[in-house]
């Protein structure tokens, strides 16, 4: 089966934004955390390179938001 481009940036998206649906979830992972936990499954249901721009986004806006 191919995945267009959209599908699965969109794919990697939806899986990291699941972590943030219940905010009252005592289990809630942090954005880094949950890039961490999404690393140690890389090879396996995400796309690598689409992975990485979103670890880059996630990593750039955790460092901004220390220094804000």
């Given at each position: 089966?191919?995945?267009?481009?959209l599908g699965?940036?969109?794919?990697?998206?939806?899986?990291?934004?699941?972590?943030?649906?219940?905010?009252?979830?005592?289990?809630?992972?942090?954005?880094?955390?949950?890039?961490?936990?999404?690393?140690?499954?890389?090879?396996?249901?995400?796309?690598?390179?689409?992975?990485?721009?979103?670890?880059?986004?996630?990593?750039?806006?955790?460092?901004?938001?220390?220094?804000?």
């Amino acid at each position: 089966v191919k995945i267009s481009p959209l599908g699965r940036i969109l794919g990697v998206a939806d899986y990291y934004a699941e972590f943030f649906k219940e905010p009252e979830d005592p289990r809630e992972l942090k954005p880094d955390e949950a890039i961490e936990y999404m690393e140690m499954l890389i090879g396996q249901p995400f796309n690598k390179e689409v992975f990485r721009a979103l670890k880059n986004i996630v990593i750039k806006a955790t460092v901004l938001k220390s220094v804000g």
